[in-house]
Every structure is written in C-alpha cells, then in structure tokens.
C-alpha cells in the first residue's frame, strides 16, 4: 500500500495519464513445472478411479500465485519493463524520455504513463497476451476511490467502510468522536470474559482499511489485535467504537497537495511510548515516514 501511494502521488506530480484493468482467472495463466495430479472435479468423476493430470496452473495449487506471476513477469520483462528494486510488484519502463509505471496487486493492474499513445500500446500488449477487462479511467483500485484534481488527490474507501457497517450489523450505530479511549492499551480489554464471535474477521476487515488510507485508526485496530488469541466481551466492544467513530467520518479522506517545489525530502517521525502496557511492560513505537 505504501508503494501504491507513492504510484499515485507520482501520477499527480507528473500529470501522468492512468487507467486500471484486471486479468480474467489470472491463476490459469501460469505454467507448472512439477508433476501434480487431481482428484476428478465433483459432478464429473465417472467413478473409474482415474485422476487428473495437470498441464496448466489451477485455482487451489500452492504454487498458482508464484507461477502467475512468473508469467506475468516474463511477459512484462519481454517488453523491456524493469521490475523495482523496491517493491517486486512495480514495473517501471523509460524510453526516449516517455515513462510508463505498471502496478500489479495479484490480477489487478494500475497503469500510468506521460505518454497516452504509449500507454494505449502498452493496454493492448497486455490484452493481447492475458484475458483481461477493458481498461477504465483510474477513479477506483482494490476498493479505493481515487479523486484527481489539477492540485490535488483525494483517496477514501466510504464504500467499504459502508459494507463493513452491513456486514457487522452497525449501520445504523450512533457516530461517536474518537476511535479509542484516551490512554487506552490492550490491557484495558483482557480483563472480562471472553467473546465468541467474528473478532478476527472484523480486526482484518480494519487492519486492511487502517494500511490502506485510514491510519488515525491504525493504533485502536492494533490494541484490539493483540487479543486475538482470547478476544474478550470488552474487547469486542471496543472494536465497536471503532465502527462507530468510522460511521461518522467515512467521509474522511486522504488529501495529498500538488507540490511545485520538486526537490523531494524524505522525512521521518518516530516516537514511542515507555514500557506503559501493564500486560508484559514493552513500548508501543509509532512511525510516519512522509515522502
């Protein structure tokens, strides 16, 4: 996620022309390089005890992500893209001072370039080599609303934080103003008794949405994760707060500002607190680095 912002403040900086797309059944691209046999798949077994022999990647196999991208990957070096060094997902390609940037997250692509005939090629290289949608604007990727203006770029993810409310029975919760009670640590939710329930399915739900472009909930979610192993009624109450502060400020974005001084610092802000969690007395760190 932190690559994917830079990609996208990079497209903002440089008025760089960006579309998305995805790969149609993206695993059943990849080859296999072992031997593997399967079961025949229910509603076609003709009952002789024969198995299957595969010769392509399939759905379900340990090695179907590895081996698409394999795929994927010699495809993109063939047409003289160079994967970053950085972040193994990023593609980057310079030519004749034309820059193209391809971001993949498993089947889903963002592409940008300076050039939009260059990025056109590039749309139809890749829709001629995989099954893949028709490309589209960049106003959406992996669930984020991208808003772009000549000055700024706005992201938000209010329809999954709605989905989120339907899916945990919250959306009709009263907003409330802070994601988690002041001075608050996980040992303020182990003592009670302990919770049945989706705790774990709720803490990834906002874990992904903290990484992504909410981190003002990132240290609440993380107080909660530590319970995980014996999530109590307490705890579980907290993580409703949480939804509750996120039902009155789904409507929060992050603002990124145009710069026109292009001479980039990378500055660092790190601060922990000393050994104040009364369970096994280590510190919590916290860290921004901004770009």
Known sequence: MPSLRLVLVLILQENLHSYVMDVKTAFLNGDLHEVVYMSQPQGYDDWTGKVCKLNKSLYGLKQAPRQWFHKF?????????????????????????????????????????????????????????????????????????????????????????????????????????????????????????????PFRELIGSLLYLAATTRPDILFSVNCHSQLQEKPTVTAWTGL????????????????????????????LYVDADWASDTIDRKSVSGYVLMF
């Open 73 to 197: 990957q010699q495809f993109i070096n063939k047409v003289k893209f160079k994967r970053s060094t950085s972040d193994p997902c990023i593609f980057i390609r310079k030519e004749k001072g034309k820059k193209i940037i391809i971001c993949l997250y498993v089947d889903d692509l963002l592409i940008a370039g300076s050039d939009p005939y260059e990025v056109k090629t590039v749309i139809n290289l890749l829709q001629n080599e995989f099954e893949m949608s028709k490309s589209a604007p960049a106003t959406e990727f992996l669930g984020i609303s991208l808003v772009f203006t000549p000055t700024e770029l706005k992201l938000d993810q209010e329809e999954y934080i709605d989905k989120m409310l339907k899916l945990f029975n919250m959306s009709d919760c009263k907003p409330c103003s802070t994601p988690l009670e002041p001075k608050c640590t996980s040992a303020d939710f182990a003592n009670s008794e302990l919770f049945e329930g």
């Open 240 to 267: 409703k707060i949480i939804l509750r502060y996120l039902k009155g400020t789904k409507n929060f974005k992050l603002v990124y500002k145009k710069l026109h001084n292009l001479n980039f610092n990378v500055d």
